[in-house]
């Protein structure tokens, strides 16, 4: 083989380690940047005040397999927007198995059916791509003036395994706290405790904008 031809061959060589190296800088500016938000945003790390969710983020997601809780748009009409595309829904979380159930609609039941309520009618334009569902071992009386509230009456096992699941995400379930679905059946938010209306409004309308689902 003489020198010309090896000059070639290492010259080819060469171009083709620069062409690789170039392929590898354009993947890493394309991606350093998306590995850096993300980190900021479930860290929550150099976001200005104000700009982060006010609920708890389930990390991963509970996939429909996950939580076992029934919701096919194909079944019920009301989780469908107009379009045909599926909603988000609000997850109101009711009694649990080990509760009275002499009230299955107490006072802490009703008010949050009405912040849930009040939440998605200051959704305006965008009130039809979100859903409300409760979800109780017991069955509720639902208001007859709220036809657009969706109830689901879990057995006990189905409950305990949603909370089950929820404990693996280190995370409780306590009676009239939020979750929230997306239109992929994928539960991705808490908010435990007493339930903040404005707090849930905020995250929905940031969700809303920036999602090209639902």
């Not at 700009?51 to 079944?75: A, F, K, M, Q």
Request: hydrophobic share 45%; charged share 20%.
């Amino acid at each position: 083989m003489n020198a010309t031809l090896m000059q070639q061959l290492n010259s080819g060589k060469d171009q083709k380690r620069v062409g690789q190296w170039k392929l590898l800088m354009i993947f890493a500016v394309a991606l350093v940047p998306l590995v850096v938000a993300a980190v900021m945003y479930f860290a929550k790390i150099g976001l200005p005040v104000g700009t982060t969710n006010h609920g708890l983020l389930i990390l991963p997601p509970l996939t429909e397999e996950d939580h076992g809780l029934i919701v096919r748009g194909s079944e019920i009409p009301q989780v469908l927007q107009i379009d045909g595309r599926r909603k988000w829904l609000i997850l109101i979380l009711g009694q649990m198995p080990s509760e009275n159930p002499i009230e299955p609609c107490n006072e802490a039941c009703r008010e949050a059916l009405y912040l849930a309520r009040q939440v998605n009618v200051a959704l305006g334009k965008d009130a039809d791509r979100v859903g409300r569902m409760l979800l109780s071992t017991v069955p509720v009386t639902l208001p007859q003036t709220d036809s657009a509230l969706l109830q689901q009456t879990l057995t006990e096992q189905a409950y305990q395994h949603l909370s089950a699941r929820m404990h693996e995400a280190r995370q409780s379930l306590n009676p009239w706290e939020i979750l929230i679905m997306d239109p992929f059946g994928n539960i991705m938010m808490h908010y435990p405790g007493k339930i903040d209306g404005r707090g849930v409004l905020d995250d929905l309308r940031r969700l809303l904008k920036v999602s090209k689902i639902g």
